[in-house]
DNA sequence: GTCTTACTCAACCACATGGTTGAAGACAGG
DNA sequence: CCTGTCTTCAACCATGTGGTTGAGTAAGAC
């Protein structure tokens, strides 16, 4: 599963050691060993998550002799902000106009409540 | 897994079938029925997958008789764009700023280089 | 060449996830 | 009450995921 770009971003990004991992390669560079020096768990689990951020396309590999530098790509995040926002609009535009919507009904409600006292 | 909000947000959005929801919630409320009607699956399924919505707090159902219509909030989506660009941002400042080292260095090669010429 | 460092690959395990089907709840209408 | 409609619950299955350990690879150091 977990085919297209975007969903490989958002799972990507639904595992808490992974977003850690982002927040300091926002900060600089590092290493695979120096990424996994903070945790309790094992070298190969870390470089694991690098795998699937590197498949999500948030983080590129060189080579410096034995070390794999790792490096934010930001690019991506564009994908998801655009398509969050996107409905984040739409859906608050919604609730302006139910809200909207709703206001008028009860003017109107008023209205009929007034009419009824004549 | 996937104990916080952030997690089960991201979580929630990496299914594409899930981020279809979203998308039509965004145009109006909708019923279990009737956000499974275009899906070729189980309405269990999509039951499931508004459960995971509903937990990642992106969703919120009432209740109008049988039916359970469902309501997308807008909320979550904070969040996630929150903590996004806080390291989009970061990550591109670091470039700028990788950039302008960069430029520098050449600058100085080529002032070394004057030297070296003089 | 041999050693050490830095990392990946492979096999395995426990558990989560997305799907199924069938039964059970909740509720309006006769 | 019974019936039909809308939805969830429960059990199950296949596959995916995060973790482990142990072996294998790549490349500088001796």
Redesign the pocket.
């Known amino acids: 599963?977990?085919q297209d770009r975007l969903s490989r971003a958002f799972?990507a990004l639904?595992?808490p050691?992974r977003r850690d991992i982002v927040a300091r390669l926002a900060v600089g560079d590092a290493?695979?060993?120096?990424l996994a020096e903070p945790y309790?768990?094992?070298?190969?689990?870390i470089?694991?998550?690098?795998?699937?951020l590197e498949d999500a396309g948030l983080v590129t590999?060189s080579?410096d002799?034995?070390?794999?530098p790792c490096h934010l790509d930001a690019e991506v995040f564009d994908l998801m902000t655009k398509w969050i926002e996107r409905y984040q609009r739409q859906a608050e535009e919604r609730y302006r106009r139910l809200d909207s919507v709703l206001t008028e009904l009860t003017e109107e409600k008023q209205h009929v409540h007034r009419h009824e006292q004549d």
Do not use: C, E, P
């Open positions: 599963m977990a799972a639904a595992d050691t290493t695979v060993g120096q309790r768990v094992s070298l190969q689990a470089s694991k998550h690098l795998r699937v590999r080579r002799a034995q070390r794999r």
